[in-house]
């Protein structure tokens, strides 16, 4: 299905469900127009745009979730060819920007939460992590929200991250509005990833160190991971 994409060395991906404002921050980050609209699912394939260089291209992946309109098998399909994409390009992408709903994630996550089951977003920011990839959580529409800190805090606890989320700032946490234009936090992450990445491309093998104590110990032990399948399925 997503047969189509550039011949790029480098690749920062926007991830998240449906209808979380993916094509509102491709556009506000590119300054190219995109199809956006109310309805969840407007994006069925991924939209690329190169910027900054040549070599360099942004990917807006299809959402994932709830698709009006959309029969299941197709809903299946794109969340398979999600989970492949990823798998296939993770060499090249230096980013995993995943983004929410910062008013409603929360909830969306404890609802989808149980003793088998993990939230299709979370189980995301862990694959992209196996793969590699480093992921930011791209927590936007934070115009609504009342609580900034209490609600962040929130969103680290459910995805494994020890609050405060202040701590996470230009890494791994970005509270943005792209409606509006806010999106200097996640400016920052980015550029913060492609700096390690470009750092760890010139750096031989046998010299690169792994993450350093500091950044273990801000994370909550992992979950157990399910299998790479359980991705394709609907939460």
């Not at 390009?89 to 995943?98: F, L, Q």
């Not at 929410?100 to 996550?109: M, Y």
């Not at 995805?159 to 509270?175: R, S, V, Y």
Request: aromatic content about 6%.
């Amino acid at each position: 299905m997503f047969d189509s994409r550039p011949d790029r060395d480098a690749e920062v991906v926007l991830i998240g469900r449906s209808n979380v404002g993916k094509s509102t921050l491709m556009r506000e980050i590119t300054g190219h127009t995109f199809d956006t609209g109310q309805k969840p699912g407007v994006t069925r394939k991924p939209n690329h745009y190169d910027w900054t260089s040549e070599d360099f291209v942004v990917t807006d992946l299809p959402g994932f979730g709830f698709m009006a309109g959309v029969p299941d098998d197709v809903q299946d399909d794109i969340r398979t060819e999600i989970v492949h994409y990823l798998e296939e390009h993770a060499d090249e992408i230096h980013c995993g920007v995943i983004v929410l709903d910062g008013k409603a994630a929360v909830d969306i996550i404890d609802r989808h939460s149980g003793p088998e089951e993990i939230p299709h977003t979370v189980e995301m920011f862990g694959f992209c992590r196996e793969l590699g990839i480093p992921p930011v959580l791209a927590v936007n529409k934070m115009d609504k929200v009342s609580d900034d800190d209490e609600r962040l805090d929130a969103i680290c606890d459910r995805f494994g991250l020890f609050p405060p989320w202040k701590q996470w700032e230009g890494e791994t946490i970005a509270p943005i509005t792209a409606k509006t234009g806010r999106i200097d936090a996640l400016n920052e992450a980015v550029r913060h990833h492609l700096h390690e990445a470009k750092r760890e491309a010139a750096t031989p093998p046998r010299n690169r160190l792994p993450a350093s104590p500091a950044i273990r110990s801000r994370q909550k032990p992992a979950a157990k991971n399910r299998s790479r399948a359980s991705l394709r399925s609907a939460r």
